[in-house]
């Protein structure tokens, strides 16, 4: 399938997507909003590989979000004239946020692979993901705040989890960068690499290493870490005791060890496609 | 428009529901399902009513979920030999309980009217209005009991929240009815009819009353309410801050007043509809 | 020391606070809110009573906020004109919840002895007390609904866990009453009585009852059912050990048996003034 | 197996666990304490029954803690002291509040059969149990304020979230009793009878009635009951999910339709017993 | 205003605190608490700035808690010989952490700018600032065990989310040193300078930059981060829209436009005062 | 007393415990499991000791989990073919994550001193210690996902709150090695040295310090620290208060400074042994 602000290749096992709208640095139009949601929720229910890497093209990973669609006849009205519209705001945001949510929620592993800039809803986005690679030229730009709003899409929110809370302070209040060497030395940036290319392939390889294992138990480790970052270790443990009664597979371990003790690559079973209860071709009787 | 298991009327900004399909005692078929689905997203856009009554036909408010259609081919896969099928579970059930949860997030209160049984699903579904009312020959049932599995659609997370834990772990575990007067007492029901035309009729009353007032307020309390029953008391205090800052309108107080000292009936606006900013008909330039 | 709003009168180490504005239905005043916390500031710090008893006089207990002082003068403006005032609204209702939440942080229970019209904010004052009793005539009614507005300082915080919630949304949607018999079978309210002669010697019969128990002990209950109310069984279970090792105190269970031993009240300590670090009259050196 | 406080007897998968020291009053010993602990844990190890009734003997349910005990050589210090020992009362307490936590725990439902007074520790008691039947002569009674103290057991922690707050203020800061019939309009019980002998078979039925679902759909009932009481309908639905994707059986919904068809009672599985990694009988190699 | 233990200086919108006692080394005297508590009211309610930098003079930003006036006069009783005092501990220690508090709840952000030792207290207060900034021979010491007590106003609350646990525990054990390069290299330190000028003046520097950004749009974020810090992504994603739906204000994305088009700063209203309901001077009528 | 798998050693109130199985690189035997817990609840109740160290012989600090000990026999079963083994897997989890529980809810602190490879279940135990010191050539490792599996004793739900979340992703999913520099870099290791003699060395040493202060004062740091981590900052300064209610000891604070001023070493009361109230020998009357 063809879409005009990505590409999506999958190979082995792993998906790449790529922002591919250089010539407007790849800021977020609510047609590459639309995109991104359709295929991770083609991702998600039909699970055809294992990873995923997000990585982009041009100058800049992406200029954030597109503000020249705001306007009389945009999704969301700016009118902030009457209670009512202002009411809409909390239910608007929620649906725009949920793109970004779709990304947590995947059932397999995603990696941005980020060179340039990653400005405004661009640190949205690269905050719901799994594993941030960067190259050495690559910031992070809490843009909203330059142009005179506060962030909303999940950057407040998921940043002070991933970095000291008085960096994001910092970063929130001044619209100041982040570069690339400070983000891995906080822990934000996995590692960094001289060139697009070499991190793109390390990212692929990264995820090619994540194929190989089982997709369940991926997914149980992905759960698990997700559900610790927003609970208490009390509840958290307790949680992976019912996961864990759902995910455990026997034959995953057994797979493991002869694969081991054959000298071969071990083989594990797909996550089978999600099916909505609503969605099947039922008719009444 | 029309539908094959509901009829949808709305009158002066009160929406009636009802679960139309007596012959099969209103089972949840998947058809229902989505068509329950649909309406409530309707609703909730478009805003074309202020509060919605649902009300049911022929002997039971409805039998609860049809079982009938579980098998190969249905969307919830009942294999459970593997762990891929099992891991699967958990988001298909969150997508299945999201039907319910839509009621609770409409931007208008939900008045259930039960008559006859409430049977199964029925009881997620009534646990997930706003207010019930009841025939004095109604009764519920956590049903999932008898046919030897757990209550998994929201009435085990609900039902704690409103009549007592001691009465929902028998509900739970011995699967007997819960009795209208009962229910009455223990307030999960706020008042009993002697037949389903009065109950009816009250439920419309009930919605015309509620209609009367500024839908932004009474959606402001209806998210407090939930809120709160969620969160401590502390936040819930918090909350209602930022809330109100949204919601907020000093024109509705002086309306209010000014009708009064009038001796007429107040007019409030409408709330405007939600708008995605994904959905509108954006082309790239 | 003598106030406009209220009386207040200490004997045998019990409080009756009366709300003593009964030409304009005890309204809820700036001049009142201001009195309440000063009065309520000065029970906590000093702790010259155990128990308190909030009653009124006239008509009803009180008819809620005294709308008419609000205008271009008040403290609370009502000008949703602009972002800044709009973004005020937060902090400044979180300022006039605090009114309520001393009479919970209060180091001694608060009984709430209410006839007539308990109305608008004086269902968020009455929610914030320990125990209400009522006479046959009395009701509740969240008024802020009639005038156009969403309750804001408690009230749907803490009914939605006083009462089930089905009820709240019925009261809250509506502005309907709540009548006494009805809030009895419920729970909100404990007792009900023909008089309010009747319910106030009541009243005062249980704070002279709860006086004769160790402060301390009773102290330390009010702060586990309300840290319960708001947290995990398991964290008030946990918070209930930290609690008990500070409050714990042999010498009371020790006179207790002895005073019942010995056929006489027993004697247990006044909780002692609570100080502030920065109040002291200290000098620099 | 013999006890000196209890009977138990295990018959057609229901267990009945008598509180047998009817010449004290069945206060709790620390003896008592044992062995309720150990014959709690052998029902969760082994799962010998389906479910649990604890009645009692003689004139009271229980009279509460045994104080008699505590002195100079008691498990718990009463020594107050000094900052050690007060420090220690938090793990104390945490270790004493974990017999009633086992209660809660347990893989099966427990109903409490109560008669004559539920005093002190043994509302710390019944309020753990998932049920509670009663006697009309039956009341509870928080008694540790009527000897000085603040209860610590649970029951603080659990009341406030079986009935209305006001009444368990009014409980605990004035160690009234709380009579049957009362208890039964709030929901704290379940139902009320004339006789004892009327209650504990009533107890008995129901627990017979629950022994015939499938074990694994009934703990997991209780789970997911217990789980909404502690957390934001949010989490606890998210939990369904995961609880589910271990427990889900599908042969148990096929054993109940076979069934009813061929007119028979289903026949479900037991429980397998739990087993602990480090108990095994292994031996280094 | 002149102040004992402070200098105050508001220039251009950013305010600059000086803790001014170096002869005591800035030791916290009940004089300094009460007029840091004092300063932090004003800035809170007037907003005479958009920003405020702390920093201090003499040899220590501070050495923390000033014990030498703890006795039989001071605010907070050391006696601990009895049940009632013990029981004080708790609200006194919430009133005394209350003050750090108001720099976390202030509408503007707080720089700390650290030089020499940041001791005992200076920690509780630093942790509780958004920021902070260095000198190169600046360090951080949880002095309260060096004396034998445990650190209680904040630090071992705030810290554990802003550097990792593991060093927490280690200064926290032991009273060691936490120099200034190595808070840098955990993000606990935003920079690290030469001299004191150089980051006094890079701290007003950054002050003036945040002082030209709309002072509702930080305070949105200031907001958002700490809730984040403090709830599940869930909340506070949901909180973002409520939060959003009060603060948001399209004139100031249209100034940030027209002033970048036009080559200007672009000018922000300041935030309105805050108001009190209860402090107007209303009289009955 | 002897044991198997380690070597406990207990010396100026410092208890350095070591696994002693090189042979077999230390893997998590039964045995070692349950030696572990019977030493850390003699610890717990007697506390001889005021800190404890961790350190480990051979080749790897431990190469995690002994699976080949899993079998028909073993205590957890690996059968997940029927829904009531798979049941099962949860409060068997439970069980098994109560060893490492122990570690943290110890009245002392942990120090992990780590060299060679910490691996699969030596993770989930590494990060259950307070302080974590390493050698310069050891490693952490998520082993149970080479293996098949997802990590599921404390690990997934530990490390997210020790160091970046991003970087538990990828060591979570591809099982790569965490080398002591980076993890130093992080803040997951305190130090790193040279050889494991002088890590020891440290370790003891700083377990020495940590054992001159007051026990009472340590054990209060480590529970407000780890309260802190699983609760927002509101609930952990309140726990504060009545944490501090129970352990402030003013003869702690005099001591101290009596000590500085007269050049001598503070001397602190250890801690009281822990009391169980069902343990005494005590007899029925």
Known sequence: MAYQCFTLDIQDKVAHLVLNRPATLNTMHPVL?????????????????????????????????ALDVFGADSGISLNDGNAGGRANI????????????????LRMPVIAAIHGG????GVDMACAC????????????????????????GTLQRLPKL???????????TGR???????????????VFDTQELMVEAALQMAREIAEKPPVAIWGSKQAIHYARDHSTHDALQQMGWLQSG?????????????????????????????SFADGSYELK
């Open 177 to 191: 960068r982040l570069p690339a060497q400070r983000a891995l030395a906080l822990g934000l940036v996995n590692e």
């Open 247 to 275: 995910i455990w597979r026997t034959g995953n371990l057994v797979e493991a060890f002869l694969a081991k003790q054959q000298g071969r690559a071990p083989e594990f079973d797909d996550l089978p496609p999600l099916k």
């Open 130 to 153: 799994d594993i941030r690679l960067a190259t050495a030229d690559a910031f992070f730009c809490i843009q909203e705040i330059n142009i005179g709003m506060t962030a909303d899409l």
């Open 118 to 121: 990653c400005i405004g809803g």
């Open 163 to 173: 970095i000291p809370e008085g960096v994001v302070h910092e970063l929130a209040y």
């Open 33 to 65: 909003w639309r995109e991104l949601t359709d295929i991770l929720q083609m991702l998600q229910r039909d699970a055809p590989a294992r990873a995923l890497v997000i990585s982009s093209t041009g100058r800049h990973f992406t200029a954030g979000m």
């Open 90 to 105: 909390a239910p608007q945001l929620t649906d725009m946020q949920q793109a970004f949510n779709l990304i947590e929620q």
